[in-house]
């Protein structure tokens, strides 16, 4: 079975904090990706990734970075945290473009 | 990707199968129907996808009318863990849409004991 870890599941940072966020897939994907998701805004594409060391951005970026150095770990960075970025971030990976993605358990993060 | 709809609830009596639906009546040749549900508070879980042919697995079958113009996801014995939102999604398995996925709304499945 595919296994999609995510490095918390519940954070509280305050405003203007360094947040790192880190997903680690087991299957040798390809593919990753990071959402946010929100009540009513359904998810949201943040940055994915379709290689080590490649990113690309999604549909809402700003105020986010990313970082995969290794092919099985992508890590979202937030630089200063703001209240507008709490959320639920989740984590998805897939082998390779338009396969399924699976996902991680998902981080709630509550920035204060 | 082509649009669905699917009903914002439903419920089910635990141990009866619940039959989910989805209308997706622009769906192209080559698009798959995919299934996923969330527990609330915790990441999307796939379930199931399929192409044409009827589709099972150890978790549901997937039925598709013959002209793919809706599904019905079935859980053959519904347990109160499958309280949860289930999503259906119709994509291209060759999507050049970076590959994210759109979740609409979905259908909250209750399951009462």
């Known amino acids: 079975d595919v296994k999609v870890t995510q490095s918390s599941r519940y954070l509280v940072k305050r405003t203007g904090e360094k947040v790192f966020l880190e997903c680690v897939q087991d299957?040798?994907?390809?593919?990753m990706f990071w959402y946010r998701q929100d009540p009513g805004l359904g998810l949201r594409l943040i940055y994915f990734s379709y290689d080590v060391k490649m990113k690309e951005k999604g549909d809402i970026p700003e105020g986010y970075s990313v970082s995969r150095e290794k092919k099985e770990r992508f890590s979202l960075i937030l630089e200063s945290a703001s209240t507008n970025q709490t959320s639920m971030y989740l984590c998805a990976s897939t082998r390779g473009e338009g396969e399924t993605q699976y996902f991680g358990p998902g981080t709630r993060l509550l920035v204060l | 990707d082509a649009k669905t709809t699917q009903p914002p609830s439903m419920d089910c009596a635990e141990g009866r199968a619940a039959n989910l639906p989805c209308n997706h009546s622009t769906i192209s040749g080559n698009e798959y129907v995919y299934w996923y549900r969330q527990i609330h508070s915790q990441g999307p879980q796939y379930i199931i996808h399929g192409l044409k042919n009827n589709e099972t697995n150890e978790m549901a079958s997937l039925i598709i009318t013959e002209d793919r113009k809706s599904s019905t996801l079935i859980l053959p014995h519904a347990t109160l863990r499958d309280t949860a939102v289930y999503y259906c999604i119709v994509r291209s398995r060759r999507s050049s849409n970076t590959g994210k996925l759109i979740f609409g709304q979905g259908t909250t499945l209750q399951v009462k004991p």
């Open positions: 299957m040798d994907h390809e593919n």
